[in-house]
Each structure stands twice: as structure tokens, then as C-alpha cells.
């Protein structure tokens, strides 16, 4: 589950203890049922802000990052205590993007987290705010909850906000919008929210939620998106009742490789397909050649993460590229065996292999991230 600053602390007032209290008890009372609650909480910068006695919210990267810390130990003592009380230990994960980008770290981190859930001690994860620069950052804890859903396989990603869910217009112009009960993470609807089509709906997040829920539905996760403020809402959405919108997973499930390639979220660069290679990929499943590629961009290095877009520009695939954009650039159009005498040497014969591509859905903009 994921809190949103907005329902962990009061703008101004800091950390919303009673609310922390009540999540702490209706985790309690769901884990003695059997079930596994990984929580992923924001606050750590409302809170940091308060504490130092700034009126409103820095511009300046290093004083948020000065807030994070400062504000982030009274994110988890809040924490603590709350669960203290149940008699239940608390642990922090503060993670940045390499922590998925870098598979090692993401092994790493997966099987520290696995460790403390046997142990029965409740993870309390938040981006590492005060080292992570504007390039290593994930960005927002509904896509770093995302990326947590996936790494430890969750069934769901409960993201808990100050809205009731996604509408299916603005509700604040149109007086009869209706919510979205329940929905398919490649329904149209939802495209238009997240592409920004609709008015406003985007405002409040609404945006990120949604890519969110595509990122942990490659995964096979279900998300819901609810309101935080509700009474007994983990509670109830256990018991089945309905609550917020339910953006349901109906991709095809992906390898743990392939999810793991998914959260490259850092984009270096794209290569241009011609229709046979867009066909080798789309259809059969085989790897990138330099022959089918017409176009390199983006400056990158062997091993970066770049996306594979048709001719008519639609994104298509992320893949680990085998060759740097400069050497890309002078051995695209060849066949695989004409590599060597443009570069003088050969890594592999393919851009891409297929072990290290997978496709998107259209829906999926890695751009917008
Ligand atoms: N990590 C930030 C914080 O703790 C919040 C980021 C977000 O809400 O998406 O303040």
C-alpha cells in the first residue's frame, strides 16, 4: 500500500499520527488474517519542511533534500511507535532508481525485504530523497510503490490518496461524473486520464496513478485507488466490499527478467525500426538486428536502456542495447557479419537480443516518465 503526503500529514502540521495509529491497527488485525501489508509512505518532505520552519515548499533541490532527512526520521518514528504498541517491529528501506536499475542492487534489496517480511517485521519503504539527484531518482512513490509490487510480487498495489478513485470525467466540472468501480488496465478510459486528455483529471496525480498501475499490472498486480481518509478502508477492501476504482491487471504476465527490464524507467535513447524488423520483433519474438534499424537517438552506452519505436513512432519496445549510440549509428543497416569491419570489432551480433527486449503496450508511454 502506498500513503500519500496528503493523507499522512496536515500541510503545515505536521505527521497525522492517528492516522499512521489506524493503519497500524487495521495491518495488525489483516496480518493476523494471513496477509502480507508492505507499506510505501510519502511525508518524509511535508514533515522535514515543518520541522525546519519553512512557510512554504523550496524550490532549491538541496533544501528538499535537506527536508527529506530532516523530515524522514519523524516519518518513521511515527511509524515505530504505531506499531510498537501492536508489539511489532518496524524496518526502513529508502530506495532510489539504481536500486532497480541495477540488477544486483534489485536482487539485493528483494531478498532483504523477503528476509524481513519472515520475520514478521513491517517494511516501511520511501524513495531515498536526500542522496537521490533529478537522474537517479524514481520520482514519485506511486511509481516506486509500483516498482515494489513488482519486485516482490504483490496481488496488490493499494494506493491510498486524498481522491476517491479515477472518475470518468472531471468531477469537479462535470456534476455527473461517475467514479470507475472497476476497470482494465488497458481500458480506453483510462488512457484518456493518463494521457491528459481529459481536463484537470490529471491534476493531484491522478496521472502517475494510472502509469502506476500499467507498471504493476506487468506484473499480474491489481491496483485500487482509494481514498485514505476513509474509515477502516484496508479493512474493508479485504472483506470485498468495493472501495475507489480497481484497475485490474490483464496483460500478460511478464518473466521476472522482462519486469525487472520494465523498471528501467531511465530511458537513454531509441532506435528506429523498418517494418521487417518492427514484424521480427512484434510478431516473433526475435531479436534486434542492425539491419532493421534506420535511425539511432539519444547519446548511450553498451548496457543502457533504450526503447524500440515503429516508423510511424510508436513506442514499442525496451531493451538493453549491446552496442553504444555511436557505434549504433555506424553499423545500423548492416548485416550482422558487415559489423566488424565498420567498427573494427564485434560484442554481439545483435543490437538487442531477444532476452534482453520486451514489448510495451501501446499504452505505455516511458517517455512521459
Ligand atoms: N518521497 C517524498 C516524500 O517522502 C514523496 C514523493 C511522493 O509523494 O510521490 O516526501
Known amino acids: 500500500m502506498k500513503l500519500g503526503s496528503s493523507v499522512?500529514?496536515?500541510?503545515?502540521?505536521g505527521i497525522h499520527n492517528g492516522v499512521?495509529?489506524?493503519?497500524?491497527k487495521q495491518i495488525q488485525i489483516l496480518s493476523k488474517a494471513g496477509h502480507e501489508i508492505i507499506i510505501v509512505s510519502s511525508g518524509a518532505i511535508a514533515e522535514g519542511i515543518r520541522r525546519l520552519g519553512w512557510v512554504k515548499r523550496?524550490?532549491?533541490?538541496?533544501?528538499?533534500?535537506?527536508?527529506?532527512?530532516?523530515g524522514q526520521v519523524g516519518l518513521i518514528r511515527a511509524y515505530e511507535s504505531a506499531f510498537e504498541k501492536l508489539g511489532r517491529l518496524t524496518a526502513q528501506i529508502l530506495l532510489t532508481h539504481e536500486d532497480f536499475?541495477?540488477?544486483k542492487r534489485y536482487i539485493n534489496s528483494k531478498s532483504t525485504m523477503l528476509s524481513l517480511l519472515k520475520n514478521s517485521v513491517i517494511l516501511v519503504i520511501n524513495e531515498n530523497d536526500t542522496v537521490a539527484t533529478e537522474e537517479i531518482k524514481v520520482g514519485d512513490n506511486d511509481t516506486l510503490a509500483a516498482l515494489v509490487a513488482n519486485q516482490l510480487a504483490a496481488d496488490f498495489l493499494i494506493i491510498l490518496t486524498d481522491k476517491s478513485g479515477v472518475y470518468d470525467a472531471d468531477p469537479d466540472l462535470v456534476p455527473n461524473a461517475r467514479l470507475i468501480e472497476e476497470v482494465f488496465v488497458s481500458d480506453e478510459r483510462l488512457l484518456k486520464v493518463s494521457s491528459g486528455n481529459t481536463s484537470k483529471l490529471g491534476v493531484g496525480g491522478m496521472v502517475t496513478k494510472i502509469r502506476a498501475a500499467k507498471i504493476a499490472a506487468s506484473g499480474g498486480t491489481n491496483t485500487i485507488i482509494t481514498n485514505g481518509f476513509e474509515k477502516d478502508i484496508l479493512i474493508r477492501f479485504f472483506e470485498g466490499k468495493k472501495i475507489g476504482t480497481l484497475i485490474k491487471a490483464d496483460l500478460p504476465t511478464l518473466s521476472a527478467r522482462k519486469q525487472w527490464l520494465l523498471s528501467?524507467?531511465?530511458?537513454?535513447?531509441?532506435?528506429v525500426l523498418d517494418e521487417g524488423a518492427e514484424k521480427a520483433i512484434n510478431e516473433h519474438g526475435k531479436s534486434l538486428l542492425p539491419i532493421g534499424v534506420t535511425e539511432v537517438n539519444g547519446d548511450f552506452d553498451r548496457g543502457d536502456a533504450v526503447l524500440c519505436i515503429s516508423i510511424k513512432r510508436k513506442e514499442m519496445a525496451i531493451g538493453?542495447?549491446?552496442y553504444s549510440s555511436a557505434d549504433a549509428k555506424k553499423i545500423i543497416g548492416q548485416t550482422s557479419s558487415g559489423i566488424e569491419s565498420m567498427i573494427g570489432y564485434i560484442e554481439e551480433p545483435e543490437?538487442?537480443?531477444r532476452d534482453n527486449l520486451t514489448l510495451t503496450d501501446s499504452n505505455f508511454s516511458f517517455e512521459k516518465m
Open 8 to 13: 499522512v500529514t496536515d500541510n503545515g502540521e
Open 20 to 24: 499512521i495509529d489506524d493503519y497500524a
Open 58 to 70: 523550496p524550490n532549491h533541490i538541496n533544501q528538499l533534500q535537506a527536508a527529506a532527512a530532516a
Open 101 to 103: 536499475s541495477d540488477r
Open 264 to 271: 528501467q524507467l531511465k530511458i537513454k535513447g531509441s532506435y
Open 320 to 322: 538493453l542495447t549491446n
Open 351 to 353: 543490437l538487442i537480443h
